[in-house]
């Protein structure tokens, strides 16, 4: 989508350029958000040199920025603590087939994922497809893609709980996750 499709997006529903909520309007809005791409007054979703590959920053500037990066990086870095994500193991069934797999319960998400793996162990057929983009941690946007959508039952294994969930297949979700060990 380019800059002005975002921007037909948010004209009607009348929500500041700045912060992208409604009520109030840019130029009362005081924030501190600031664009990664252009270091101006908007998120970078909304950032006319988002598609073009317009980079503003001085490259002096870049280079501290990853200095600075490096240098947290490396003093945060401790190889005597693990962190822990949250899982949970689960029961996907579909089509007579069932498997059970560990599930990343990330809640700030907005779409849930299963890999390409699990789709042909399953043999399912997708219900549809997405083209989009994923944000990044470094504020970067990956290329668009297409994912395909796919309708599974999952199911708590003591089959007290099931529900349908929708998913879209992605290649690769994560690197190799630690697990806390039962000490009993």
Known sequence: ???????????????CFVCLKSGHMTKKRHSNVR?????RRHYALLCPGLRKGINSLPKSKVADEEAKSTEILLTNHSSEYEIYLKTIIVRQRQKGKEVCVRALMDGGSHRSYMEKRLVAELNLSPSGT????QGLF??????????GRFSVTVES?????STSVA???QAKICSTLPRIRDKT
């Open 1 to 15: 989508m380019n800059y002005d499709d975002r921007k037909k997006q948010v004209m009607p529903k009348r929500c």
């Open 35 to 39: 664009c990664l791409i252009c270091e």
């Open 130 to 133: 997405e083209i989009l983009s």
């Open 138 to 147: 470094d504020g970067g946007i990956s290329p668009a893609a297409e994912h």
């Open 157 to 161: 294994l003591d089959l007290r709980y």
């Open 167 to 169: 998913l879209l297949d």
